[in-house]
Structure formats: structure tokens, C-alpha cells
């Protein structure tokens, strides 16, 4: 056996992550919906926990107050909780933006004031606008967290549209 | 040779870190030494060896305990707080917490339970609060209640609930807090409330039980504190049933998950004229038709939350509500603030109208007639004015709090808060000012003690722009840029003398006058955090004493030795990522700086930029030894003896070589 031979051979015995899955030690890639022309998947990027998440009705005009389901184990009280979107196009931040789903003063859905431990599935509309998706391939970035910045759900997505 | 170094650092290393406890592959975080200790998530299926005995707040969740029995926390005996969430217990055995006579609350949410033995919770003289949450219990029978005499709080919330009622001899006497969030009860009868009696001033939270009814009389003559009905959509039912009773709080609000239920008429309120309730919220629900007779049963009512209820419009001639303290009306759609007829309300103090879906338009002298107002809230509001703000605020005299942050650009000029002279605390963070040069928008509010001007996209040029503020304690300037990104000798804060705190961060200042803060003598707090100052800036806090100083994320690498005196007279200061240099020619601040830790705020932050070799090493652990050295001497006095050596042939070469010549 000639050293170069050796050497591949430790690379592959050293790096068991990367030849199997693409994302090496990451949680699985699922798809939250397909049809329509549109193709949503996502990976959670909380380091403790994966979480579910399906939208109904998917297709490249998103209707206005989609519904969806979602299974989490909670890391948090969510007494307050925030949710942050970034949408990056072709490596470029096309949208920014927070939004507070659970305040002191406007609970905005059942479930707000769940305690940490719990585990919620959540079926039901999320409030959204309706838009048509342009061709393309899209990455979001989804965080869910408390009042102390503390992480309650995160999930890298990638929307395709064709 | 070479691992035993390895291995010495790595001791060293932890001996030096030691916050974290180590216990093979587990590490506890230590959050107060010897009393708290946090070791979520780290799958443990025993209590740590290395947690001292004397640990007071343990949180444990996340970890693996399936059974629980008088061994598993017997060795900490000082415990008063303990979190076991979703710990995978199915088993609590017989005195599991027999030796925590300290117990003052215990957190079992999210766990399978099958049993809880009798004697189980035995043990703690006066255990206060407990969490069920989510255990999958189907009745209050499961949990042994004879040692919880002392208990003040119960969360049974996401069970199998189906009934309120108490176990027979369940001790309630000093139950404030009774949570059954997300269970499956549909009913309440008199006997179910009944069982509550004994507890006074119980806050009682039913949101997310689809209550459909309530038996006539079953609130008779009880008294609540809280009540939440949140979600129900029979209120129809709810007001009939609380007939006679007595609630200080009264939440009847929905959610958009939620769907509709009987829209709200004056005929579903009937029931209130018939009990005493003090503020009830109504969040997120339809109102079928507002009529002029639709709040006639609210006239005991103090406070009326109606966030999000679709509203466009108030009618005028409203009865009922003329004793009404408190309104919210945010989240609504009103396009015009007149719109919410504010003649209705006229013994109103507060009154909030934050996040109006549409751009509203304060229009002129809409809350005209709410004389005694004394907090109003148009925050988020997407408000939109050339010239604010006295017609909009006319004769809202007693207003102490305003807040219009996050709003459109507004116009201001002098004097232009002339009908609100009593305010004391004006936001409008995030909102753009216009101001023209000479104008002063603040002028005459005597009494103001905090202002937020946080990007507000000032003109900061303006001198005239904070006068007639003689009161002022607490100015927020973040996010406003100054000419040059320089606070020159005369500069817009002069006028402020009682001023305190002085917030002017990431105002993008890369120096400050000497003489700039010189008029400013009374402040505790000053915030020149993520600026671009360097350490010259220092010498404008000469004449202050006593500060909280946060310089953090600055430009700050050398501070010479005659600027150490002013740190020196300052209680608190954060120097938190700059980029200090750690070479000879910083010594001194680098001197004073371990000498003075007590006073530094994030020292574990505080880091060296310079040189490359010490670069992200603490400032507090670095020693440098400057100025000559013993080898230096040594090495000094070689070279000039030599020196001397070499001179002395010279001479004698040259006189020899004179003389052999003559």
C-alpha cells in the first residue's frame, strides 16, 4: 500500500460525516410541501432538536392565510414570543423582518403561554399575505425566540420555484 | 515529556475556568457559587457528584430520571427550587423528597407520570408552587395533596382535565393560582366552584377549555381575582353564569387559530349588570353591531381592553362607559383618531391605540375632551404630520406619558408640545424629526424627565434643539449622527443641567471636545458605546465623578497615564471589544486596569487587539515586564566594556604609531 492510498484511507476513516449525508452532523433535510411548482425544504438549525413542519396547499401563488402544521418540543417558556425572517436570493438579503406572534398584551394564538417542556402541535392558519413566487431558488432563515433572545425553534429553508 | 505539558495545561486550564464543573463527559454550569447550578440537557441519569450539598436551585431538565424514589436527591438537603421538566419520570416513589425540608418549588411538567406515591411529596414544611404541566393526568386525585398546606400555586395546564373540582380535603386556603390551560373541561357546576371556597383572591385560568356551560348561580357570591375564559366562544353562556359574582379581572379574549364564534352584541353583555367586574378584555373578537346601547351593562367597568376587535369606528353617544379609566384600543383599523369618539370616555387616564392596521390620521382635537388623560400610547401607528403636535394634543393638559415612537416623519416646531406642559416622559424612538435650525420643539416642558430621541434622524447641528428642558434626567440619543461624527465645545446638550443619564451610542462619534459635557454635572450614567472614540475622548469626562461608564466597541487602544485619574474616579466602566494594546507602551492603563477590576464591567470580554501574539488573551491575565531587564544590564555593561577595551588599543596603537613616526 503506497502512502497516497494510506492517506485516503485515514481521511476516510477520520470524516465518517461527510461522505454520508451532505450536511455532515446537522438534522435531516425534510419537505415541508411540494406541488404547485413550488418545493419548500428546510433543516432545523436549533443544535438540541429537530422539529416538524408541513404547509398545506403548496403552489408558486401562495394564498393568503395558509395553513400549516407544526410539532415542537418547547426549550422555552413562550409567554413572548418573536418570530425573525431573512430571505436571501442569489447570495443577496432580499427581506428582512421580525414579527411578534405572542406579547404580554396581545396573545395572538392558543398556544402563546406554553411553558418550557411542553410539547405543542400547532394545526391551523398563520396569517400571511398572499403572493406569486418568481422563478428561482430562495434561502430563508426562520427564528423563533423568547424575550431573552433564547432559541425556540430555527430552521434553515430552501424554496424552489420552477 | 510533551503530553505531560499537554495535560498540566489542560489542568491548569480548568482549575483557572472554574465556573464549570466536571464530572466525566457532564458538565453542570455553575450560576452562583455553591447554591445554583444549571445541568439542562446534558442526558444525566443521576445527580452529579461534583454538585456541592449545599445547592439550593437546581435545574435539571431535559435529562434522564425515569424513576425518582428517596435516593435520588437525598444528599441535597438545602433545596428550594427544583426543575425536572421532561425528565422521562414515570415514577415517583414513597418520600422521594423526604429530606428537603427547604422545597419551595417543584417543576414536573412534561413528564409520563404512571404513579405518584403517597407520601411522595412528603417532606417539604411548606412547598409553595407546583408544576403538572403536561403529566397526562386525567384527575386532581392523581397528585397526594395532604403536604400541601402551604401551597400558592397549582399548573395543571395541557392535561386530560375535565372538571375543576377539587379532591375532597384538598387544603386550598392559601391557593392564589389555579391553572388548567388546554384541558378538556366543557362544564362548571356549583359544585365544581364550590370546592374552591375556601381559597380567596384565586386567580382561576381556564383559556383554551372549550367551556359551553355554566350552571345557573354556580359563581353566586364567589370572589376572584383573575378569571380567563380565553378562547371560549360561548360568552353568552359565561356572562349568565357569572352572575353575582365579584371579578377584579375578566378574560374573555380570543385567537386567530380560533375559529369565530357568536359575534358580540349588547344582548350577550346582559349578564354584567348583574356582577362586579373591574377591566375585561375582549381581544380578536367580532362585534356584530356597536350601537350606542351595546356597553350599557359596563358601567362598574375601570378598565376595557379591545386589541384587535376589527374595529373601524366608535358611535358617538356611547353609554356606559363614562367611568372608564383605562381603554386599549390597538391593533384596530381606525383611519381617523376622531373616529374612536373620545367624548364617550371622558374619565379616562389611559389610553392606548398602538399598531392600528391603517395610517392613522391624528386629525385636530380628537381627545379634546379627555381632560384628565395622563398616558397615551400612538406608537407603531405609520402617523404622518408636517406640524404636530398642538392641535392633535389640544387640551390634553394633564398628560404626563406620551409615546409616538415608530411613527412616519413628523414636523416640530418650537414650542410644539405647548398643550401637554405637564408631560414628564416623551417617546418618539425611531420616528424621524423635522426641525428647522433655530426651532426648539421642546420648549416649556418644565416637568419632562425623559425624552427618547433614538434615531430620530436629528439635526444635531441645531443648538436651540433641547432648550427649555430644565428637568430633563434621562436623554436617549442613540442612532443620531453628529457633524463630523464630532460633539464640539458648544453643542445642543448645554442647556441640560439636571441631566443624568446620557445615552449616545452608535451615533458613529469619533471624537468629543474636551469642554463638551462641561455644564453636565450631575450625571451617573453615560453610554458612548459603539462609537469610534479613542481614548482623547476620555479627558471630556474630567469633571465627573462616580459614573457608569460604557465605552464599549470603541476604537480605544492606548490610554496614556495622566487619563487614569478620571477612570479612576468612576464607579463602573465597560471597555468591552476594543482594541487594547497590550505592549510597553500601554503598561500603565494595563497596571491600573488589574488593579482596578472591582470596577470593570464584562471583564471576560475585555480583550488584548495588539500584540499579534497576545491578541483575544484577557486583559486582566496579561503581565508584561517593561523598562530594562537583568540580562539587559548584563548584557549593557559587556558592551561597554568592550567598548572601553577597544578604545584603550586604539589610543595606545595611535600614540605608539605617533611616537615610532616623530
Known sequence: ?162 | MAPDTGCFFLVALFSASCQVITSSDQMCIEKEANKTYNCENLGLSEIPGTLPNSTKCLEFSFNFLPTIQNTTFSRLVNLSFLDLTRCQIYWIHEDTFQSQHQLDTLVLTANPLIFVAETALNGPKALKHLFFIQTGISSLDFIPGHNLKHLESLHLGSNHISSIKLPKDFPAEKLKVLDFQNNAIHYLSTEDVGSLQLATDLNLNLCGNDITGIEPGAFKSTVFQSLNFGGTLKLLGIFQGLRNSTVESLWLGTFEDIDDGDELSSAMFEGLCEMSVESINLQKHHFLDISSNTFHCFTGLRELDLTATHLKELPAGIVGLRKLKKLVLSANKFENLCQISAANFPSLTHLSIKGNTKRLDLGTGCLEYLENLRELDLSHDDIETSDCCNLQLKNLSHLQNLNMSYNEPLGLRSEAFKECPQLELLDLAFTRLRVNAPQSPFQNLHLLKVLNLSHCFLDTSNQQLLNGLPALRHLNLQGNHFPNGNIQRTNLLQTLGSLEILILSLCDLSSIDQQAFLSLKTMSHVDLSQNKLTSSSIEALGHLKGLHLNLASNHISVIPANLLPILSQQSTINLRQNPLDCTCSNIYFIEWYKENLQKLEDEEDTLCANPPLLRGVRLSEVTLSCGITAVGIFLLIVVLLLFAVLVIFAVKYFLRWKYQHI
Open chain 1, 1 to 162: 500500500m503506497n502512502s497516497a492510498t494510506a492517506a485516503l484511507l485515514v481521511w476516510i476513516l477520520s470524516s465518517p460525516s461527510s461522505s454520508g449525508h451532505d450536511k455532515g452532523k446537522g438534522w435531516p433535510t425534510h419537505m415541508a410541501c411540494s406541488g404547485g411548482g413550488l418545493e419548500v425544504f428546510y433543516q432545523s438549525c436549533d443544535p438540541l432538536q429537530d422539529f416538524g413542519l408541513s404547509i398545506d396547499q403548496c403552489s408558486k401563488h401562495i394564498q393568503q392565510n395558509l395553513n400549516i402544521r407544526f410539532g415542537i418540543i418547547l426549550r422555552e417558556d413562550i409567554r413572548k414570543l418573536f418570530l425573525d425572517i431573512a430571505l436571501v436570493a442569489k447570495g443577496s438579503s432580499v427581506v428582512n423582518f421580525s414579527y411578534p406572534i405572542c406579547e404580554e398584551d396581545q396573545p395572538k394564538f392558543s398556544f402563546c403561554g406554553k411553558r418550557k417542556g411542553e410539547q405543542i402541535y400547532y394545526a391551523g392558519p398563520v396569517n400571511n399575505l398572499g403572493l406569486d413566487v418568481p422563478q428561482g431558488e430562495y434561502q430563508v432563515l426562520l427564528e423563533l425566540y423568547n424575550e431573552n433572545r433564547a432559541t425556540v425553534a430555527c430552521a434553515n429553508a430552501t424554496v424552489v420555484c420552477s
